[in-house]
């Protein structure tokens, strides 16, 4: 299993090109399904859940190209990936391949919506809460489907299609925000989804779903009005950046008191999460092209913070603000809301000499003056890039082991920080 060295220390210093968001790439990927013509998605990660979804999109029929490299293109530009949905041949999403990624899931609305039928596994996913899939199932019955759970598998069949409804969500959540919505536009008549997530990701997909042929009003408010159509065409689309990616070099190049370009973000879509950075001491520079993020010479500062869902902070960049705030000046009260199992990179970040007391749902993080490199081990996506982030700044050796986590969200984050002048490197084996 590979690892990944990090001697701390080096301040960053340069340019991080930011990928395609994977949050968004999935989903849009997974509406490929909805058409029997071609989906062309630009900007799509190089990532380890992209390669597994495609093997299960394949697995339904879904004909799947990558374009090589163009003229002029680096390794830093994302893949276009064309995706054929022409005939589904399975309607079925095993336990092997749904078990590893919760996001595959949500094939079930578009292969019931366009099939009237579909047996998809139970999803499996990182570990950070029990994370029922409830809200999903209600909201496709709402729309007519009969659901049967059996031997681990969730049975939904609509012979004679799905007919729109109002859907009023009773919380907040992207995953059954998408498959509604996949389920919706090919639904007769008008869907209403109240309480919608409004992530930029699911922004995102239905955008996309517009460029398809699909009617929906209010994207990006949490009330979306879907009126369905009999059928959607091919599309072209780009997939936005990723902002939790974003997040996470912005605190990455903060913690080693460096001055980062992160090229191609969007400021817009984590303005919370930058507001905090500048409440730590950071300095925030926005523009067209990206967003320059520095600390010369200056200390941090503790903040209090919960996780919420879109425009709130993200709880996926809850466990790098905390390695964060390992090394801030004060105590800062981090609160996760979204995920009850969701600070297991506590006990690693202790392993490098970090003050954690958890109460609950929030972690008291008390400041050191110095972490100290160590063996931790990756437990989740977002865990694992928060050793990272704490390793950068720890003095000596940090080895994280499972990096595998890792390379499900995290496009080549070794070059990636290498080039800034971080001394990462992956061992393999
Ligand atoms: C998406 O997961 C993301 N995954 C997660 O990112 C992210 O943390 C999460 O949204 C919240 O922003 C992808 O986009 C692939 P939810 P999702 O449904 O859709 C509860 C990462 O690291 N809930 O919004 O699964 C649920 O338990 C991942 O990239 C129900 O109770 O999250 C949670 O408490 C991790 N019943 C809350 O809602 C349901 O039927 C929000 O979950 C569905 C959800």
Known sequence: MDRIRII?????????????????????????????????????????????????????????????KRAGQSTSDGQTVKLTAEEIVDTTAPYAMVARMRASFWVLAPLLARCGEAKVSLPGGCAIGTRPVDLHLAALKSLGAEIDLEGGYVIARAPKGL??????????????????????????????????????????????????????????????????VPSLHG??????????????????????????????????????????????????????????????????????VETQPFPGFPTD?????????????????????????????????????ARIELKGDTALVTGVNDLRGAQVMATDLRASVSLIIAGLAAQGETLIGRVYHLDRGFERIEEKLGRCGAHIERISG
């Open 235 to 304: 599309a072209e689309h780009t997939v936005l950046p990723d902002r939790i990616e974003t997040g996470t070099y912005a605190m990455a190049a903060a913690i080693t008191g460096g001055e980062v370009f992160l090229e191609g973000a969007r400021a817009d879509l984590l303005q919370e999460a930058l507001q905090l950075l500048r409440d730590t001491g950071i300095e925030v520079e926005e523009s067209a092209s990206g967003i320059k993020v520095s600390r010369n010479g200056g200390g941090l500062q503790a903040v209090s």
């Open 8 to 68: 701390g220390g080096k301040r960053l210093e340069g340019t991080i090109p930011i990928s395609g968001a994977k949050n968004a790439a999935l989903p849009l990927m997974i509406a490929s399904l909805l058409t029997r013509e071609t989906l062309t998605l630009k900007n799509v990660p190089r990532l380890a859940d992209v390669t597994q979804l495609s093997r299960i999109l394949g697995n339904h029929g879904v004909d799947i190209t990558v374009a090589g």
């Open 163 to 228: 007919t729109g409804n109002k859907i009023v969500l009773p919380k907040v959540s992207v995953g059954a925000t998408h498959n509604t919505l996949m389920a919706a536009v090919l639904a007769r008549g008008e869907t209403i989804i109240d309480n919608a997530a409004r992530e930029p990701e699911v922004a995102d997909l239905a955008t996309c779903l517009v460029e398809m042929g699909a009617r929906i009003d209010g994207i990006g408010t949490s009330t979306l009005r879907i009126e369905g």
């Open 317 to 353: 960049l809850q466990a790098q603000l905390m390695a964060l705030m390992c090394m801030a000046k004060g105590t800062s009260q981090v609160r996760e809301t979204i995920f009850e199992n969701r600070f297991m990179h506590v006990q690693e970040l202790a392993r490098l000499g």
